[in-house]
């Protein structure tokens, strides 16, 4: 697929990435692009989403306009997809990874895009998904162990949380449990070891929408990165508009706009990250399709946020 890169492949535009040394905030962007096209046997792709081909086109263009520093995507299922991002993206963002070539129709959709080197990642499986969806896609995470200036290594876990079981209702107790069995993972997975960890994606949780689960996130303590920097007027923003284009044909036409994707970061005087700004990006229609209609980038907008790193304490 593509590769995780090493400190010899960093190269390009030094005015934008900056020396490593020196930078004393990091932006993370985490953004749902939407790309649920896949091919069958190489040959035939079923565009499951829409206008799947401009909006990959337009895709490395606009992530890099935002000048973050990490890219934590999700639903991008088709690994040429990936490939076509990794290697159009790879002169900024020389350290990448994302989910392996799966035995599953679709796999999963999760990739990281980074300035900074990956020491490590890996794909965790959800464990107790039903079994009967594991031939057409795989519910799980994708955890990078980063080194980062100032803070060092540092684990940020990529996570798309399942809004429902498959074709099932999201307010099922079916599908509350799956969310409950992906955050105990979720949870778990970053709380391994004295890292620091920093959770981004998509949830499918927010305070308003299945409050129950975002609640056990902050109840492990951690801090919603977008609240904690926006003023009580703002923090109703949403990333998941029912106005968007994309979205007027689709299973969730009718759900109202939420805020659905999250960066966490551990809270306390002491963590060496602190949410610094945080704002929703992407929601532009500046997408044109082959009939001329103008559409945003993806049926979510993105959140970017910035993080001030302090170096931690050692004892």
Request: proline share 7%; net charge neutral; charged share 20%.
């Amino acid at each position: 697929m593509y590769h995780v890169g090493t400190n010899n492949d960093m190269k390009g535009n030094d005015a934008f990435r900056g020396e490593p040394e020196a930078v004393d905030t990091l932006r993370i962007l985490t953004f749902n692009l939407g790309l649920l096209g896949f091919k069958l046997k190489n040959r035939w792709r079923m565009p499951v989403d829409a206008h799947s081909g401009e909006r990959l086109a337009a895709a490395p263009r606009l992530l890099s306009s935002l000048e973050a520093d990490i890219i934590a995507l999700q639903e991008v299922y088709s690994p040429t997809d990936r490939e076509v991002l990794a290697r159009a993206m790879a002169e900024l963002y020389p350290f990448q990874a994302g989910s392996p070539k799966m035995r599953s129709l679709v796999g999963n959709g999760l990739m990281l895009l980074s300035r900074f080197p990956i020491l490590h990642s890996a794909f965790m499986p959800c464990r107790g998904s039903p079994r009967w969806t594991l031939p057409f896609w795989k519910q799980g995470l994708l955890a990078v162990e980063l080194d980062l200036p100032s803070i060092g290594r540092t684990r940020l876990i990529d996570a798309h949380i399942a809004a429902s079981v498959p074709f099932g209702d999201a307010n099922s107790m079916a599908s509350k449990a799956n969310r409950n069995r992906e955050i105990d993972q979720l949870l778990s997975a970053a709380n391994a070891g004295e890292v620091t960890a920093i959770l981004a994606g998509d949830f499918n949780t927010s305070p308003a929408i299945h409050p129950e689960h975002y609640d056990r996130i902050i109840s492990a303590g951690y801090v919603d990165a977008f609240v904690a920097s926006n003023p009580p007027a703002a923090k109703d923003g949403f990333t998941w508009d029912c106005a968007n284009p994309l979205n007027a044909r689709g299973r969730f036409r009718h759900a109202p706009s939420q805020r659905i994707d999250h960066v966490f970061v551990r809270g306390g005087h002491s963590a060496p990250l602190k949410p610094v700004a945080a704002e929703i990006v992407l929601q532009d229609r500046v997408v044109q399709t082959a009939s001329g209609q103008l559409i945003p980038l993806s049926d979510h907008y993105g959140l970017l946020v910035s993080l001030a790193l302090s170096p931690q304490r050692r004892d």
